[in-house]
């Protein structure tokens, strides 16, 4: 039916919307000191806003957060000297925004 044919090609263009997203942005992940949080955060604001976790040390927290891979390497170096370490960036195959 109609219906189906438009639910189908609804869901196929999010699916080729979502790879196109992917490939225009890499998660970063990084520990930071809890003081420095809110200046990393501004750094990495995400796309609706970054993940913030509590570390096993509680002076430090863990961000991720999706970042364009067009400026993926000025914001590593960015948050490096701010002071965050254990800066990983990951590929991102697929997403729904």
């Not at 927290?61 to 170096?77: C, I, N, P």
């Not at 948050?79 to 729904?96: N, P």
């Amino acid at each position: 039916s109609g219906a189906e044919a438009d639910s189908a090609v609804d869901t196929f263009i999010r699916r080729l919307q979502g790879v196109m997203v992917a490939r225009a942005y890499v998660l970063v992940d990084y520990d930071i000191k809890k003081e420095l949080l809110a200046q990393a955060c501004a750094m990495t604001p995400g796309i609706e806003s970054p993940t913030i976790s509590e570390l096993a040390d509680p002076a430090w927290s863990a961000v991720r957060a999706m970042v364009s891979k067009a400026e993926v390497h000025g914001v590593m170096d960015s948050l490096y000297d701010l002071g965050a370490r254990g800066i990983l960036v990951t590929d991102i195959h697929a997403c729904r925004l």
